[in-house]
Antibody, heavy 122, light 106 residues
Framework: QVTLRESGPALVKPTQTLTLTCTFS??????????VSWVRQPPGKALEWLAL???????YYNTSLKTRLTISKDTSRNQVVLKMTNMDPVDTATYFC??????????????WGKGTTVTVSS | SYELTQPPSVSVSPGQTATIPCSGD??????ACWYQQKPGQSPLLVMY???KRPSGIPERFSGSNSGNTATLTISGTQALDEADYYC?????????FGGGTKLTVL
């Protein structure tokens, strides 16, 4: 059974750096085409993709946010970490991690975590 | 950056067919997938590689993708299909989501 669980602070102050951890089980990031993505969703708004990391440690970022994002993985611990710098109240959202598959022009997220809600406020 | 456009809302009567379009420049040249999201829940993959249903997704869900438009079709729509639906594509370096379509079954 594939599961993913997001963890991190529920509240961060403006200008701080957010660090979120995705802990997964039931699959390995060493498998062909396997990746992990981070997606966020502000209250009442649409999904927004943030970043993806693949088994070769290649990293892909949302163009608009890439200067603020860093994604990394610890394969031995089955964890993917997302850091977002200079947090602002507009970054208040539920943050999801998801198992993703990537192959040529095909990529999709087939298993999602429950999400973690992050509020940015002083 | 690549953009995907969806209508904000679609309404359908129970038992009828719902079609949700997703448009993007030459979208047919890449694969589209679709997610269903109900209030308070995580997104659920309902279609990938344009036309493939994940295990457990009912046969009434189907997909197509050609030209500039991908379409999610729900045949015999049921009340439990009421949800937000998002299309998504990958351009080789970034993931893009559509803005989402609220499907109302009434």
């Amino acid at each position: 059974q594939v599961t993913l669980r997001e963890s991190g602070p529920a509240l961060v102050k403006p200008t701080q750096t957010l660090t979120l951890t995705c802990t997964f089980s039931g699959f390995s990031l060493t498998t062909t085409a396997m990746c992990v993505s981070w997606v966020r969703q502000p209250p009442g708004k649409a999904l927004e993709w943030l970043a993806l990391i693949d088994r070769d440690d290649d990293k892909y970022y949302n163009t608009s946010l890439k200067t603020r994002l860093t994604i990394s993985k610890d394969t031995s611990r089955n964890q993917v970490v997302l850091k977002m710098t200079n947090m602002d109240p507009v970054d208040t959202a539920t943050y999801f991690c998801a198992r993703a598959s990537k192959d040529g022009y095909n990529s999709y997220m087939d298993v999602w975590g429950k999400g973690t809600t992050v509020t940015v406020s002083s | 950056s690549y953009e995907l456009t969806q209508p904000p809302s679609v309404s359908v009567s129970p038992g009828q067919t719902a079609t949700i379009p997703c448009s993007g420049d030459k979208l047919g040249d890449r694969y589209a997938c679709w997610y269903q999201q109900k209030p308070g829940q995580s997104p659920l993959l309902v279609m990938y590689r344009d036309t493939k249903r994940p295990s457990g997704i009912p046969e009434r869900f189907s997909g197509s993708n050609s030209g500039n438009t991908a379409t999610l079709t729900i045949s015999g729509t049921q009340a439990l299909d009421e949800a937000d639906y998002y299309c998504q594509a990958w351009d080789g370096s970034t993931v893009e989501f559509g803005g989402g379509t609220k499907l109302t079954v009434l």
